[in-house]
């Protein structure tokens, strides 16, 4: 028998598709939100060992703290790996989860973010968190939200990358907001990020 859920004719099975997927993304935003309050509280105790990291260093601090806390999840801290240099996003939960790491040395929520194109994304990432770093002594401190949720402009250079605002508090202050459109590559979006880079300013442009 079909389940009518958000509109849309389902059958039982999809219906139990929905909920897992719901349950495992609730799961990673707790696994999140409790890798950002170690590292919050573990920055605040070793100021000068954060001051000092950047890029690759503090996507490995990430990655640890994240292992660190995997066996609380029952999830086997193999599980979370680095992906190859270059690719988007940094980090891997599983198959279906990312973490892109960002910081700045600023006193600051603002940086500028990776490319807009992300023609190196691992594919088979549903949902990314970014974990934005700011490491400005003696106020250093973290803060993780869903990456689409991070993104406020663009910087239209030879390769165009997002501008980070960690402040952002709804989506109609996303870049994504103001186009309209939908990150998710399920849906709109999914198109610009396989079109050339001569074809970036007149993307933007409409």
């Not at 039982?12 to 897992?20: A, G, H, P």
């Amino acid at each position: 028998m079909a389940t009518l859920f958000w509109g849309i004719n389902m059958d039982k099975n999809s219906y139990i598709t929905v909920n897992l997927r719901h349950k495992e993304e609730e799961r990673f935003a707790r696994f999140m939100q409790i890798t950002t309050e170690a590292l919050q509280h573990d920055a605040r105790v070793n100021v000068d060992y954060y001051s000092k990291q950047n890029g690759e260093k503090l996507e490995r601090v990430v990655l640890d703290m994240m292992r660190s806390h995997a066996n609380k999840f029952d999830i086997n801290p193999d599980n979370i790996r680095p992906t190859l240099k270059q690719h988007f996003p940094d980090i891997l939960f599983g198959n279906n989860f990312g973490v892109e790491v960002k910081s700045t040395k600023e006193n600051s929520w603002i940086s500028t973010g990776s490319s807009i194109v992300e023609s190196l994304r691992e594919e088979q990432v549903r949902r990314i968190y970014l974990m934005f770093g700011r490491l400005s002594a003696p106020n250093i401190d973290f803060r993780c939200k869903p990456y689409e949720d991070c993104l406020y402009d663009i910087a239209v250079t030879h390769s165009p990358r997002y501008l980070i605002n960690m402040d952002l508090t709804n989506n109609s202050q996303t870049i994504f907001g103001k186009m309209q459109i939908n990150y998710d590559i399920a849906n709109g979006y999914h198109d610009y990020r396989f079109i050339t880079k001569s074809e970036d300013l007149q993307y933007l442009e409409k």
